[in-house]
Protein backbone atom coordinates (compact mmCIF):
# COMPACT_ATOMS: atom_id res chain seq x y z
CA UNK A 1 0.00 0.00 0.00
CA UNK A 2 0.99 3.56 0.34
CA UNK A 3 4.33 3.58 1.93
CA UNK A 4 4.58 6.64 4.22
CA UNK A 5 7.56 8.91 4.46
CA UNK A 6 8.85 7.15 7.82
CA UNK A 7 7.57 4.36 9.15
CA UNK A 8 4.36 1.88 8.19
CA UNK A 9 3.88 0.65 11.74
CA UNK A 10 6.13 -0.37 14.29
CA UNK A 11 8.03 -3.52 15.22
CA UNK A 12 10.78 -5.32 15.67
CA UNK A 13 13.74 -4.85 18.02
CA UNK A 14 15.62 -8.23 17.30
CA UNK A 15 19.22 -8.91 17.73
CA UNK A 16 20.88 -6.26 15.97
CA UNK A 17 20.24 -3.75 13.29
CA UNK A 18 22.01 -6.05 10.43
CA UNK A 19 20.10 -8.84 11.00
CA UNK A 20 17.57 -6.78 9.79
CA UNK A 21 18.65 -4.02 7.83
CA UNK A 22 21.64 -6.00 5.85
CA UNK A 23 21.76 -7.96 2.92
CA UNK A 24 20.82 -12.05 3.34
CA UNK A 25 24.26 -12.87 2.41
CA UNK A 26 27.52 -10.19 3.00
CA UNK A 27 29.17 -9.47 -0.42
CA UNK A 28 26.95 -10.30 -3.04
CA UNK A 29 28.11 -10.53 -6.65
CA UNK A 30 27.39 -7.04 -8.55
CA UNK A 31 24.93 -8.88 -11.06
CA UNK A 32 23.32 -10.23 -7.90
CA UNK A 33 19.51 -9.14 -7.48
CA UNK A 34 18.91 -5.87 -5.56
CA UNK A 35 15.72 -5.69 -3.58
CA UNK A 36 15.05 -2.53 -1.84
CA UNK A 37 11.88 -1.64 0.95
CA UNK A 38 10.57 1.10 2.51
CA UNK A 39 10.96 2.53 5.81
CA UNK A 40 7.94 0.24 7.70
CA UNK A 41 7.88 -3.00 9.39
CA UNK A 42 5.33 -5.21 6.29
CA UNK A 43 8.00 -3.62 3.87
CA UNK A 44 10.70 -5.49 5.84
CA UNK A 45 8.88 -8.11 6.23
CA UNK A 46 8.29 -8.64 2.19
CA UNK A 47 11.57 -7.89 0.83
CA UNK A 48 13.08 -10.66 3.45
CA UNK A 49 10.65 -12.77 2.57
CA UNK A 50 11.42 -12.22 -1.44
CA UNK A 51 15.29 -12.35 -1.06
CA UNK A 52 14.92 -15.49 1.54
CA UNK A 53 12.51 -17.21 -1.09
CA UNK A 54 15.22 -17.01 -4.00
CA UNK A 55 18.17 -18.27 -1.48
CA UNK A 56 16.42 -21.76 -1.02
CA UNK A 57 14.83 -21.95 -4.37
CA UNK A 58 17.51 -20.81 -6.06
CA UNK A 59 21.18 -20.83 -3.79
CA UNK A 60 21.34 -17.31 -5.47
CA UNK A 61 22.29 -14.48 -2.11
CA UNK A 62 20.12 -11.15 -3.36
CA UNK A 63 21.57 -8.20 -1.74
CA UNK A 64 18.70 -6.26 0.20
CA UNK A 65 18.86 -2.55 0.65
CA UNK A 66 16.42 -2.17 3.64
CA UNK A 67 15.12 0.59 4.94
CA UNK A 68 15.39 3.03 1.91
CA UNK A 69 13.02 6.06 3.05
CA UNK A 70 9.67 7.18 1.34
CA UNK A 71 7.73 6.07 -1.73
CA UNK A 72 9.85 8.79 -3.78
CA UNK A 73 13.06 8.18 -2.58
CA UNK A 74 12.72 4.32 -3.23
CA UNK A 75 10.64 4.61 -6.53
CA UNK A 76 13.60 7.02 -7.50
CA UNK A 77 16.18 4.18 -6.52
CA UNK A 78 13.83 1.55 -8.61
CA UNK A 79 13.87 3.64 -11.66
CA UNK A 80 17.50 4.77 -11.55
CA UNK A 81 18.66 1.45 -11.79
CA UNK A 82 19.89 1.55 -7.81
CA UNK A 83 17.54 -1.73 -7.22
CA UNK A 84 15.85 -4.06 -9.34
CA UNK A 85 12.40 -4.76 -7.04
CA UNK A 86 10.76 -3.63 -4.32
CA UNK A 87 7.10 -4.14 -2.77
CA UNK A 88 5.20 -1.56 -3.70
CA UNK A 89 0.91 -1.06 -3.30
CA UNK A 90 -1.25 -0.76 -6.25
CA UNK A 91 -3.14 2.49 -5.17
CA UNK A 92 0.30 3.71 -4.61
CA UNK A 93 1.04 3.00 -7.79
CA UNK A 94 -1.70 3.74 -9.78
CA UNK A 95 -2.79 7.29 -7.60
CA UNK A 96 1.31 8.52 -6.79
CA UNK A 97 3.24 6.97 -9.30
CA UNK A 98 0.87 6.88 -12.42
CA UNK A 99 -1.06 9.83 -11.14
CA UNK A 100 -4.46 8.46 -11.92
CA UNK A 101 -7.17 9.91 -10.67
CA UNK A 102 -8.90 6.40 -10.47
CA UNK A 103 -8.21 2.98 -9.09
CA UNK A 104 -6.50 1.09 -12.26
CA UNK A 105 -6.47 -2.98 -12.85
CA UNK A 106 -2.99 -5.19 -13.34
CA UNK A 107 -3.21 -4.87 -16.82
CA UNK A 108 -3.93 -1.01 -17.04
CA UNK A 109 -0.92 -0.52 -14.46
CA UNK A 110 1.38 -2.69 -16.63
CA UNK A 111 -0.01 -0.64 -19.84
CA UNK A 112 1.38 2.72 -17.66
CA UNK A 113 4.71 1.20 -15.94
CA UNK A 114 5.83 -0.01 -19.29
CA UNK A 115 7.10 3.19 -20.87
CA UNK A 116 9.26 3.68 -17.52
CA UNK A 117 10.67 0.47 -18.07
CA UNK A 118 8.65 -0.83 -15.58
CA UNK A 119 6.56 -3.91 -14.43
CA UNK A 120 3.87 -4.79 -11.92
CA UNK A 121 3.28 -8.46 -10.64
CA UNK A 122 3.52 -11.03 -8.07
CA UNK A 123 0.05 -10.12 -6.37
CA UNK A 124 0.97 -11.38 -2.69
CA UNK A 125 -2.77 -12.09 -1.90
CA UNK A 126 -3.48 -9.31 0.84
CA UNK A 127 -4.89 -5.39 0.44
CA UNK A 128 -3.19 -3.14 3.19
CA UNK A 129 -5.11 -0.04 3.00
CA UNK A 130 -5.60 3.39 4.47
CA UNK A 131 -7.70 4.04 7.54
CA UNK A 132 -8.22 6.20 10.53
CA UNK A 133 -8.45 5.20 14.13
CA UNK A 134 -8.97 6.65 17.07
CA UNK A 135 -9.08 4.89 20.67
CA UNK A 136 -12.23 3.30 20.63
CA UNK A 137 -13.00 4.67 24.57
CA UNK A 138 -13.20 7.97 22.95
CA UNK A 139 -15.20 6.72 19.78
CA UNK A 140 -17.75 4.79 21.99
CA UNK A 141 -17.83 8.35 24.02
CA UNK A 142 -18.18 10.57 21.66
CA UNK A 143 -20.26 8.54 19.21
CA UNK A 144 -18.17 7.97 16.40
CA UNK A 145 -18.20 5.21 14.50
CA UNK A 146 -17.42 6.33 10.38
CA UNK A 147 -14.82 9.29 9.02
CA UNK A 148 -18.63 11.04 8.69
CA UNK A 149 -18.71 11.19 12.22
CA UNK A 150 -15.78 12.90 12.70
CA UNK A 151 -16.26 16.08 10.98
CA UNK A 152 -18.88 16.57 13.65
CA UNK A 153 -15.53 17.05 16.16
CA UNK A 154 -12.90 19.65 15.24
CA UNK A 155 -11.98 19.65 18.41
CA UNK A 156 -10.25 16.68 17.68
CA UNK A 157 -6.55 15.91 17.70
CA UNK A 158 -5.05 14.51 14.28
CA UNK A 159 -1.50 12.99 14.23
CA UNK A 160 -1.14 11.55 10.53
CA UNK A 161 2.04 10.69 8.31
CA UNK A 162 4.07 13.11 6.77
CA UNK A 163 3.06 10.90 3.53
CA UNK A 164 -0.33 10.61 4.40
CA UNK A 165 -0.77 14.45 4.56
CA UNK A 166 0.53 15.26 1.29
CA UNK A 167 -0.53 12.41 -1.17
CA UNK A 168 -3.41 12.34 -3.96
CA UNK A 169 -5.19 9.54 -1.80
CA UNK A 170 -4.48 11.28 1.42
CA UNK A 171 -5.61 13.89 3.96
CA UNK A 172 -6.54 16.82 1.26
CA UNK A 173 -8.75 14.63 -0.54
CA UNK A 174 -9.90 13.09 1.97
CA UNK A 175 -10.76 15.93 3.97
CA UNK A 176 -12.23 17.27 1.22
CA UNK A 177 -14.77 14.54 0.69
CA UNK A 178 -15.89 14.22 4.01
CA UNK A 179 -15.66 17.88 5.33
CA UNK A 180 -13.00 17.41 7.93
CA UNK A 181 -12.64 20.91 9.70
CA UNK A 182 -9.39 19.90 11.29
CA UNK A 183 -6.28 20.31 10.96
CA UNK A 184 -3.42 17.81 10.97
CA UNK A 185 -0.33 17.74 12.57
CA UNK A 186 2.40 15.51 10.59
CA UNK A 187 4.06 12.67 12.57
CA UNK A 188 6.16 9.66 12.23
CA UNK A 189 4.55 7.04 11.95
CA UNK A 190 6.89 4.92 14.30
CA UNK A 191 6.28 7.24 16.84
CA UNK A 192 1.88 7.67 16.21
CA UNK A 193 0.70 4.32 18.08
CA UNK A 194 2.54 5.52 21.20
CA UNK A 195 1.72 8.86 20.60
CA UNK A 196 -1.96 7.95 20.74
CA UNK A 197 -1.60 5.33 23.57
CA UNK A 198 -0.27 8.19 25.74
CA UNK A 199 -3.12 10.79 24.84
CA UNK A 200 -0.75 12.95 22.89
CA UNK A 201 -2.93 12.41 19.74
CA UNK A 202 -6.37 11.90 19.01
CA UNK A 203 -6.94 10.12 15.51
CA UNK A 204 -3.91 8.67 13.10
CA UNK A 205 -3.98 7.17 10.04
CA UNK A 206 -3.31 3.48 10.43
CA UNK A 207 -2.56 0.78 7.54
CA UNK A 208 -5.58 -2.21 7.80
CA UNK A 209 -2.59 -5.01 8.70
CA UNK A 210 -1.33 -3.19 11.28
CA UNK A 211 -0.98 -5.48 14.47
CA UNK A 212 -0.85 -3.14 16.84
CA UNK A 213 -4.83 -1.69 16.41
CA UNK A 214 -6.74 -4.70 18.46
CA UNK A 215 -3.65 -4.57 21.04
CA UNK A 216 -4.11 -1.12 22.12
CA UNK A 217 -7.86 -1.38 21.54
CA UNK A 218 -8.17 1.24 18.53
CA UNK A 219 -11.18 1.37 16.57
CA UNK A 220 -10.90 1.74 12.55
CA UNK A 221 -13.59 4.68 11.25
CA UNK A 222 -15.51 3.57 8.78
CA UNK A 223 -14.83 5.11 5.45
CA UNK A 224 -18.84 5.48 4.97
CA UNK A 225 -18.06 7.31 1.47
CA UNK A 226 -15.35 4.72 0.02
CA UNK A 227 -12.69 7.33 -0.21
CA UNK A 228 -9.83 4.76 0.30
CA UNK A 229 -9.21 2.50 -3.03
CA UNK A 230 -7.48 -0.73 -2.18
CA UNK A 231 -3.98 -1.48 -2.04
CA UNK A 232 -3.00 -4.69 -3.11
CA UNK A 233 0.28 -5.57 -2.40
CA UNK A 234 2.45 -6.32 -5.32
CA UNK A 235 6.56 -6.71 -6.92
CA UNK A 236 7.45 -2.80 -8.67
CA UNK A 237 10.16 -3.84 -10.78
CA UNK A 238 12.41 -3.51 -13.86
CA UNK A 239 10.97 -5.22 -17.14
CA UNK A 240 14.20 -6.39 -17.53
CA UNK A 241 14.68 -8.27 -14.69
CA UNK A 242 12.92 -11.72 -15.53
CA UNK A 243 15.12 -12.12 -18.55
CA UNK A 244 18.19 -11.28 -16.34
CA UNK A 245 17.28 -13.45 -13.27
CA UNK A 246 14.81 -16.01 -14.75
CA UNK A 247 15.52 -19.28 -12.12
CA UNK A 248 14.98 -15.59 -9.53
CA UNK A 249 11.63 -14.63 -11.08
CA UNK A 250 10.62 -17.70 -11.01
CA UNK A 251 11.17 -18.58 -7.49
CA UNK A 252 9.58 -15.05 -6.28
CA UNK A 253 6.55 -15.59 -8.15
CA UNK A 254 5.49 -19.13 -6.20
CA UNK A 255 4.70 -16.32 -3.48
CA UNK A 256 1.79 -15.02 -5.72
CA UNK A 257 -1.62 -15.56 -3.51
CA UNK A 258 0.12 -16.80 -0.71
CA UNK A 259 -0.13 -14.28 1.62
CA UNK A 260 -3.85 -13.42 3.28
CA UNK A 261 -4.40 -10.37 5.41
CA UNK A 262 -4.79 -12.69 8.55
CA UNK A 263 -1.32 -13.98 7.34
CA UNK A 264 -0.04 -10.80 7.19
CA UNK A 265 -0.91 -9.38 10.67
CA UNK A 266 0.21 -11.78 12.07
CA UNK A 267 3.67 -11.53 10.84
CA UNK A 268 3.74 -7.75 11.77
CA UNK A 269 2.77 -9.13 15.17
CA UNK A 270 5.50 -11.48 15.27
CA UNK A 271 7.68 -8.06 14.49
CA UNK A 272 6.01 -4.88 16.55
CA UNK A 273 4.46 -7.14 19.83
CA UNK A 274 7.03 -9.97 19.90
CA UNK A 275 10.64 -7.80 18.66
CA UNK A 276 11.41 -10.88 16.37
CA UNK A 277 13.86 -10.02 13.85
CA UNK A 278 12.70 -9.61 10.09
CA UNK A 279 15.02 -12.72 8.78
CA UNK A 280 13.40 -15.25 11.66
CA UNK A 281 9.55 -14.10 10.26
CA UNK A 282 10.43 -14.77 6.86
CA UNK A 283 12.04 -18.18 7.57
CA UNK A 284 8.83 -18.89 9.69
CA UNK A 285 6.42 -17.71 6.80
CA UNK A 286 8.35 -19.86 4.32
CA UNK A 287 8.42 -22.78 6.68
CA UNK A 288 4.72 -22.90 7.19
CA UNK A 289 4.16 -22.57 3.92
CA UNK A 290 6.39 -25.40 2.95
CA UNK A 291 4.11 -27.55 5.43
CA UNK A 292 1.06 -26.83 3.80
CA UNK A 293 -0.38 -23.82 5.88
CA UNK A 294 -0.41 -20.82 3.14
CA UNK A 295 -2.38 -18.59 4.81
CA UNK A 296 -0.38 -19.44 8.10
CA UNK A 297 2.82 -17.03 9.83
CA UNK A 298 4.57 -17.97 12.61
CA UNK A 299 3.38 -16.66 15.58
CA UNK A 300 3.19 -16.10 19.11
CA UNK A 301 -0.24 -15.06 21.17
CA UNK A 302 0.33 -11.48 20.77
CA UNK A 303 0.17 -12.12 16.56
CA UNK A 304 -2.85 -14.54 17.76
CA UNK A 305 -4.56 -11.69 19.17
CA UNK A 306 -4.03 -9.68 16.17
CA UNK A 307 -5.58 -12.26 14.10
CA UNK A 308 -3.05 -14.72 12.74
CA UNK A 309 -2.64 -18.39 13.11
CA UNK A 310 0.36 -20.18 14.76
CA UNK A 311 2.43 -22.70 13.12
CA UNK A 312 4.95 -25.03 14.98
CA UNK A 313 7.82 -22.58 13.53
CA UNK A 314 6.34 -19.66 15.15
CA UNK A 315 5.74 -21.34 18.24
CA UNK A 316 9.24 -22.64 18.70
CA UNK A 317 10.51 -19.12 17.56
CA UNK A 318 8.21 -17.70 20.21
CA UNK A 319 9.99 -19.48 22.99
CA UNK A 320 13.52 -18.13 22.65
CA UNK A 321 13.85 -14.40 24.41
CA UNK A 322 13.23 -12.00 20.89
CA UNK A 323 14.29 -8.59 23.12
CA UNK A 324 17.94 -8.01 23.57
CA UNK A 325 19.53 -5.32 26.53
CA UNK A 326 20.54 -1.81 25.62
CA UNK A 327 24.35 -3.10 25.94
CA UNK A 328 23.67 -6.29 23.36
CA UNK A 329 22.56 -4.09 20.81
CA UNK A 330 25.16 -1.31 21.07
CA UNK A 331 27.92 -4.04 21.15
CA UNK A 332 26.00 -6.08 18.51
CA UNK A 333 28.27 -7.85 15.60
CA UNK A 334 27.42 -5.27 13.12
CA UNK A 335 29.53 -2.57 15.47
CA UNK A 336 32.25 -2.94 13.43
CA UNK A 337 30.81 -3.10 10.26
CA UNK A 338 28.38 0.42 10.73
CA UNK A 339 31.59 2.58 12.44
CA UNK A 340 34.00 1.83 9.60
CA UNK A 341 31.26 2.72 6.91
CA UNK A 342 30.16 5.87 9.12
CA UNK A 343 33.97 6.50 9.38
CA UNK A 344 34.99 6.72 5.75
CA UNK A 345 31.73 8.35 4.41
CA UNK A 346 32.77 11.28 6.78
CA UNK A 347 36.55 11.15 6.38
CA UNK A 348 35.92 11.06 2.60
CA UNK A 349 33.82 14.08 2.29
CA UNK A 350 35.34 16.27 4.96
CA UNK A 351 38.80 15.55 2.80
CA UNK A 352 37.43 15.80 -0.86
CA UNK A 353 35.51 19.26 0.76
CA UNK A 354 38.89 20.27 1.98
CA UNK A 355 40.54 19.82 -1.58
CA UNK A 356 37.67 21.97 -3.18
CA UNK A 357 36.97 24.84 -0.36
CA UNK A 358 40.64 25.92 0.82
CA UNK A 359 41.51 26.66 -2.82
CA UNK A 360 38.06 28.10 -3.43
CA UNK A 361 38.34 30.08 -0.34
CA UNK A 362 41.77 31.54 -1.38
CA UNK A 363 40.22 32.16 -5.13
CA UNK A 364 37.52 34.19 -4.02
CA UNK A 365 39.20 35.83 -0.86
CA UNK A 366 40.54 38.80 -3.14
CA UNK A 367 37.49 39.38 -5.44
CA UNK A 368 34.36 40.78 -3.82
CA UNK A 369 31.71 39.73 -6.61
CA UNK A 370 32.99 35.48 -7.17
CA UNK A 371 33.34 35.61 -3.38
CA UNK A 372 30.05 36.52 -2.32
CA UNK A 373 28.21 34.33 -5.44
CA UNK A 374 30.25 31.23 -4.26
CA UNK A 375 29.98 31.86 -0.51
CA UNK A 376 26.02 32.66 -1.20
CA UNK A 377 25.62 29.31 -3.44
CA UNK A 378 27.28 27.12 -0.86
CA UNK A 379 25.28 28.61 1.70
CA UNK A 380 22.01 27.85 -0.55
CA UNK A 381 23.24 24.17 -0.18
CA UNK A 382 23.14 24.33 3.60
CA UNK A 383 19.16 25.63 3.15
CA UNK A 384 18.57 21.73 1.06
CA UNK A 385 17.12 19.37 3.73
CA UNK A 386 19.00 16.11 3.75
CA UNK A 387 16.93 13.57 2.39
CA UNK A 388 15.93 16.11 -1.03
CA UNK A 389 19.44 16.30 -1.71
CA UNK A 390 19.56 12.53 -1.44
CA UNK A 391 16.72 12.40 -3.27
CA UNK A 392 18.00 14.66 -5.71
CA UNK A 393 21.59 12.91 -6.15
CA UNK A 394 20.04 9.85 -6.38
CA UNK A 395 18.83 11.21 -9.74
CA UNK A 396 22.02 12.82 -10.97
CA UNK A 397 23.70 9.93 -10.48
CA UNK A 398 20.90 7.11 -11.12
CA UNK A 399 22.68 5.11 -8.54
CA UNK A 400 22.08 4.51 -4.93
CA UNK A 401 24.57 4.05 -1.26
CA UNK A 402 27.66 5.16 -0.99
CA UNK A 403 27.86 7.72 -4.29
CA UNK A 404 25.63 9.95 -3.84
CA UNK A 405 25.71 10.15 0.25
CA UNK A 406 29.54 11.21 -0.14
CA UNK A 407 28.58 13.67 -2.44
CA UNK A 408 25.52 15.23 -0.15
CA UNK A 409 27.69 15.05 2.74
CA UNK A 410 30.63 17.04 0.74
CA UNK A 411 28.37 19.22 -0.38
CA UNK A 412 27.37 20.31 3.41
CA UNK A 413 30.74 19.99 4.47
CA UNK A 414 31.55 23.10 1.66
CA UNK A 415 30.45 26.21 3.55
CA UNK A 416 32.02 25.93 6.53
CA UNK A 417 35.64 25.24 5.75
CA UNK A 418 35.35 27.51 2.74
CA UNK A 419 33.99 30.28 4.97
CA UNK A 420 36.48 29.99 7.73
CA UNK A 421 39.41 30.13 4.77
CA UNK A 422 38.40 33.38 3.65
CA UNK A 423 37.46 34.57 7.17
CA UNK A 424 41.29 33.11 8.08
CA UNK A 425 42.76 34.92 5.15
CA UNK A 426 40.91 38.31 6.21
CA UNK A 427 42.64 38.09 9.57
CA UNK A 428 45.95 38.09 8.02
CA UNK A 429 47.36 42.01 8.70
CA UNK A 430 48.05 44.20 5.64
CA UNK A 431 51.78 44.63 7.30
CA UNK A 432 52.23 40.65 6.77
CA UNK A 433 51.30 41.06 3.38
CA UNK A 434 53.67 44.05 2.50
CA UNK A 435 56.62 42.65 4.78
CA UNK A 436 56.18 39.38 2.27
CA UNK A 437 56.40 41.55 -1.04
CA UNK A 438 59.50 42.96 0.66
CA UNK A 439 60.94 40.17 0.84
CA UNK A 440 60.49 39.49 -2.57
CA UNK A 441 57.91 36.56 -2.47
CA UNK A 442 55.74 36.50 -5.41
CA UNK A 443 51.86 36.09 -4.53
CA UNK A 444 52.08 31.97 -4.37
CA UNK A 445 54.42 32.24 -2.18
CA UNK A 446 53.08 34.65 0.09
CA UNK A 447 49.66 32.93 0.31
CA UNK A 448 51.44 29.46 0.74
CA UNK A 449 54.07 30.46 3.37
CA UNK A 450 52.53 33.35 5.18
CA UNK A 451 48.98 33.97 4.72
CA UNK A 452 47.57 30.20 4.64
CA UNK A 453 49.90 29.47 7.84
CA UNK A 454 48.43 32.27 9.99
CA UNK A 455 45.14 31.69 8.77
CA UNK A 456 45.48 27.85 9.56
CA UNK A 457 43.38 28.33 13.20
CA UNK A 458 40.64 29.75 11.54
CA UNK A 459 40.20 26.91 8.66
CA UNK A 460 41.20 24.51 10.78
CA UNK A 461 38.12 25.13 12.85
CA UNK A 462 35.88 25.38 9.73
CA UNK A 463 37.07 21.65 9.25
CA UNK A 464 36.24 20.91 12.57
CA UNK A 465 32.60 21.88 12.17
CA UNK A 466 32.56 20.21 9.00
CA UNK A 467 33.38 17.02 10.39
CA UNK A 468 30.74 17.72 12.98
CA UNK A 469 28.24 18.47 10.71
CA UNK A 470 29.32 15.47 8.56
CA UNK A 471 29.00 12.87 11.59
CA UNK A 472 25.68 13.80 12.46
CA UNK A 473 24.56 14.06 8.67
CA UNK A 474 26.01 10.72 7.76
CA UNK A 475 23.14 9.01 10.13
CA UNK A 476 21.15 10.13 6.70
CA UNK A 477 22.94 8.12 4.50
CA UNK A 478 21.02 4.98 5.67
CA UNK A 479 18.01 5.71 4.03
CA UNK A 480 19.30 5.01 0.36
CA UNK A 481 21.57 2.13 1.81
CA UNK A 482 24.96 3.96 2.30
CA UNK A 483 25.15 2.08 6.05
CA UNK A 484 26.77 3.76 8.90
CA UNK A 485 25.47 3.86 12.24
CA UNK A 486 22.11 5.88 11.01
CA UNK A 487 21.16 2.03 9.73
CA UNK A 488 20.26 1.65 13.39
CA UNK A 489 18.84 4.85 14.16
CA UNK A 490 16.55 4.52 10.88
CA UNK A 491 15.41 1.13 11.91
CA UNK A 492 14.98 2.00 15.36
CA UNK A 493 12.80 4.69 14.23
CA UNK A 494 10.70 2.66 12.21
CA UNK A 495 10.41 -0.20 14.79
CA UNK A 496 9.65 2.65 17.92
CA UNK A 497 12.43 0.60 19.71
CA UNK A 498 14.27 3.24 21.68
CA UNK A 499 17.20 1.50 22.49
CA UNK A 500 18.23 0.39 18.77
CA UNK A 501 18.32 4.23 18.07
CA UNK A 502 20.78 4.73 21.33
CA UNK A 503 22.51 2.08 20.11
CA UNK A 504 23.27 4.14 16.80
CA UNK A 505 23.24 7.93 18.45
CA UNK A 506 25.40 6.66 20.95
CA UNK A 507 28.30 5.53 18.80
CA UNK A 508 27.71 8.28 16.84
CA UNK A 509 28.12 11.00 18.96
CA UNK A 510 31.28 9.37 20.76
CA UNK A 511 32.40 9.67 17.42
CA UNK A 512 31.89 12.69 17.07
CA UNK A 513 33.32 13.54 20.51
CA UNK A 514 36.75 11.54 19.24
CA UNK A 515 36.62 14.07 16.26
CA UNK A 516 36.19 17.08 18.30
CA UNK A 517 39.43 15.13 20.63
CA UNK A 518 41.44 14.90 17.80
CA UNK A 519 41.04 18.36 16.55
CA UNK A 520 41.98 19.84 20.11
CA UNK A 521 44.52 18.28 20.12
CA UNK A 522 45.65 19.63 16.63
CA UNK A 523 44.77 22.66 17.82
CA UNK A 524 47.09 23.01 21.20
CA UNK A 525 50.05 21.88 18.78
CA UNK A 526 49.48 24.84 16.49
CA UNK A 527 48.85 27.51 19.16
CA UNK A 528 52.65 25.81 20.60
CA UNK A 529 54.43 27.15 16.97
CA UNK A 530 51.81 30.13 16.60
CA UNK A 531 54.72 32.25 17.04
CA UNK A 532 56.53 31.11 14.66
CA UNK A 533 54.81 30.55 11.41
CA UNK A 534 56.95 28.49 9.04
CA UNK A 535 58.73 29.93 6.01
CA UNK A 536 59.46 33.51 7.79
CA UNK A 537 63.23 32.08 7.95
CA UNK A 538 63.32 30.66 4.27
Avoid: C
Avoid at 47 to 63: D, F, H, I, K, N
Avoid at 218 to 245: C, E, M, N, Q, T
Avoid at 325 to 334: A, C, T
Amino acid sequence: MAAPATAHGQGAAGQDARQRAAPVADGPPAAALRIGSKRFTESYILAQLLALQVRQRTGQAPAVSQGLGNTAIVYQALRSGGIDLYPEYTGTIALEILKSDKPLSMDEMRRGLAPLGLGVGIPFGFNDGYALAMRAADADRLGIRSLSDLARHPELRLGLSSEFIGRADGWRGLAARYGLPQVPTGLDHGLAYDAIQKKQTDVIDIYTTDAKIDALGLRILDDDLKYFPRYDAVVLYRLDVPRRHPEAWAAMQALAGTIDEHAMIAMNARAELDGAPFDIIARERLATADAGTPSAAGTTSAAGAAGGSAGAAGAAAAAQPARYGFWNKLLGPDLGRLAWQHLMLVTFAVAIAVVVAVPAGVFVHGHRRPRAVVLGMTGLLQTIPSLAMLAILITVTGRIGAVPALLALTLYALLPIMRNTVAGLDEVSSGMRMAATALGMTTRQRIMLIELPLARPTILAGVRTATSISIGTATIAAFIGAGGFGERIVTGLALNDGQLLLAGAVPAAAMALASELVFEAVDWRLRRHAAAPPGLGA
